[in-house]
């Protein structure tokens, strides 16, 4: 399915109102969950916390784990600018925009 440009254009400025927090806030939490699991288990890391694995001592600490957030959360803010290149996107006040539960896990 295809999505609007309305989709696209609230889709894109939830991702740099996200960006944006995460650039000012060293230490705003990750918080995750899990795709495709049979429950909906929240994961919240926080700075000075890590991910071990169960299968061996390979540690992805929260800095880690921010700069990778960060990355990904930029790609996806350039790959929704491209679809969106010649419409007006992006230029919503956030009080539109804004959905479900806001609140720090």
């Known amino acids: 399915m295809t999505k609007s440009t309305d989709a696209l254009n609230t889709d ?3 991702l740099r109102m996200h960006l944006n927090l995460l650039e000012k806030d ?3 939490p990750l918080d995750f969950t ?3 699991a049979h429950t909906a288990p929240a994961l919240v ?3 000075g916390q890590a991910l071990r694995s169960a299968h061996s ?3 992805l600490d929260y800095e880690m784990m921010r700069q ?3 990355e990904t959360l930029r790609a996806e803010i350039a790959a929704q600018e491209e679809k969106l290149l010649g419409t007006n996107g992006g ?3 956030i009080e539109h925009l804004q959905y479900g539960d806001q609140t720090e896990a």
């Open 12 to 14: 894109l400025h939830r």
């Open 26 to 28: 060293a230490t705003h």
């Open 34 to 36: 899990v795709e495709h």
């Open 45 to 47: 890391l926080r700075e």
């Open 57 to 59: 001592d390979v540690r």
């Open 68 to 70: 990778i957030f960060m």
């Open 91 to 93: 230029n919503r006040p």
